[in-house]
């Protein structure tokens, strides 16, 4: 346990233990062990800065980038014999916080095997979605009902006090009374994120063990390690459809830190760390021109900025031509564009209303702009059919961007989707895994035309089709060097098994 990051002596009991959930192997199947990004868990960093700030002793555990299975997490956390345990199932991005299920799931089973007295809650934007579920189904004690601070905090309060009772006034929990679920009010939302969510608990993480994306650092794969993911603003205030990133928000849930809060969490962490590849996790950065402009000229004022390689998600509606320069210079090489469709039809019924030639004209200006762009491609919303989700390759291939992710659709617990599936008796996966883009049991939903076998099968033939294109493997030896078409070409080699593919599950 000494090499863990947790170990701590005997006698030194933490009020609080917050656990990021591993299972990589689940959710992404190989792609797991060297392409994907192992990134520090935002939300065990913020839970545990807002305890830590009132007095509480806490320790992460990220069984993620440790690589630990349920057993050894177990073992941990019997031997750290904290106050209470926090299974943190948030994910990197709003859709990941369901697939994180698998691991935390297990790990939480592992935990009550080991210790069957260790107080346990459960939190994130899944268990937010489906909180009586959750408790219903997992071994746990407790489940959170929101962003989850709050509820930790008074949570532990009525621990400390050995008064349990006192859990019917805890903001947000849900909880066993008499043998029925009982779900308390949420809490408000954190208002002074600054103040509250600092985030300042760096020092609790095993920061060597961070990688960035491949992607992210083509043409010198050397810089994806040291790695961290900062965060500017939560929530958005945007309904798309197929998202679930406010099941833990609710209404009017956009918030913004401080310009120079950020920059000087960037600059710790490039002093302390030497960190210079960055994630910002908020999905929709370039938003807000002002809070947009504060964070760029700052980081330009430190003096460091062209040494940075960091990314962030946009919109490209919400994207202005006259900030391009501004973010190229303050260190941001990619833009990750929320692209969808290429068809008109399909993106306005999921509540994405964009017209193409504006999508490739902001392309262009980004490009010109001398930042990257990753595009992000969904096929299987609820309108497609063969022929759109062949307009939304077309349109990647066109666009032909440095990077490209392609999805299925998914209706994920919180997002309206979610809701309309359930109305409409869709079939959904029938394990958490399931809702895994890369996962062996991934299941899309179908559409109003096809089956989600079809869908599935276009999305990895689609994937195929895109990094073995000729014009875009050109251009990528072009921009970053013949080494980074050679490590693409390796990674088309890696071929996805799917279940739903197989020809036992067809004939089922």
């Known amino acids: 346990m000494a090499e863990s990051g947790v170990y701590v002596p005997e006698g030194d009991r933490p009020d609080l233990v917050l656990i990021n959930p591993g299972g990589r192997d689940k959710v992404y199947q190989a792609l797991g062990t060297e392409l994907t990004a192992v990134e520090p868990p935002l939300w065990c960093r913020l839970l545990a800065s807002y305890v830590r700030h009132r007095g509480y002793s806490v320790r992460i555990i990220d069984s993620e980038a440790e690589n630990w299975g349920p057993e050894t997490v177990a073992e941990a956390v019997a031997r750290l014999n904290p106050l209470l345990v926090g299974m943190v ?16 799931g297990e790990a939480c089973a592992a935990i009550k095997d080991r210790t069957p007295e260790q107080k346990l809650i459960i939190l994130g934007g899944h268990v937010s979605a489906l909180p009586e579920r959750t408790l219903r189904e997992e071994r746990v004690d407790f489940a959170a009902i929101g962003e989850g601070p709050q509820t930790l905090q008074q949570l532990l309060d009525v621990l400390r006090s050995a008064e349990p009772e006192r859990v019917e006034g805890v903001a947000g929990l849900a909880y066993w ?33 961070y990688r960035a994306h491949n992607w992210q650092c083509f043409g010198d794969l050397a810089r994806r390690v040291p790695y961290a993911s900062i965060y500017t603003s939560l929530g958005c205030p945007y309904k798309c459809s197929f998202c679930c990133i406010n099941a833990p928000f609710g209404k009017s849930n956009y918030r913004m830190r401080s310009a120079e809060a950020v920059v000087a969490e960037i600059e710790h ?8 590849t960055f994630k910002i996790i908020d999905e929709l950065f370039v938003l807000n021109d002002r809070h ?43 833009l990750a564009l929320g692209i969808e469709s290429g068809s008109k039809k399909v993106r306005d019924d999921a509540d994405k209303s964009l017209k193409s030639d504006d999508i490739k004209g902001i392309v262009e200006q980004i490009q010109k702009a001398g930042i990257h762009i990753i595009g992000n491609y ?17 349109l990647a291939k066109e666009l032909n961007t440095e990077f490209a992710n392609f999805y299925s659709g998914m209706a994920y617990p919180g997002s309206r989707l979610y809701d309309q599936a359930l109305e409409l008796h869709w079939e959904l996966p029938q394990s958490w895994s399931g809702y895994s883009q890369h996962a062996y049991d991934a299941q899309p939903l179908p559409t109003k035309h096809l089956p989600a076998a079809e869908v599935l099968r276009f999305r990895d033939a689609a994937f195929d089709e895109y990094f073995t294109n000729p ?22 080699r890696h071929k996805l098994r799917r279940k739903l593919l197989e020809p036992a599950a067809e004939v089922a």
């Not at 009374?177 to 993480?205: E, F, S």
Request: aromatic share 8%; hydrophobic share 45%.
């Open 378 to 394: 969904i096929f299987g919303l609820p309108e497609d059919d063969l022929d759109t989700m062949r307009e939304t390759l077309e």
């Open 292 to 334: 947009v402009r504060g964070v760029c000229e700052g980081l330009i004022a430190r003096g460091f900025a062209d040494e940075l390689n960091i990314w962030a998600y946009a919109r490209p509606d919400t994207i202005k031509p006259a900030q391009l320069a501004l973010l190229r210079k303050a260190g941001i090489r990619w």
């Open 269 to 276: 962490l490039y002093r302390t760390y030497g960190v210079r």
């Open 177 to 209: 009374k008499d043998g029925a679920v009982v779900l308390n009010p949420m809490p408000p939302l954190i208002a002074d994120l600054d103040a509250d969510l600092p985030g300042d608990t760096w020092d609790l993480l095993p920061m060597q063990r």
């Open 471 to 492: 014009r875009y493997l050109d251009m990528v030896a072009q921009r970053f060097g013949l080494e980074t078409r050679r490590h693409l070409e390796a990674m088309t």
């Open 89 to 104: 199932v948030f994910g990197h991005q709003p859709s990941a916080s369901t697939q994180m299920m698998a691991g935390a």
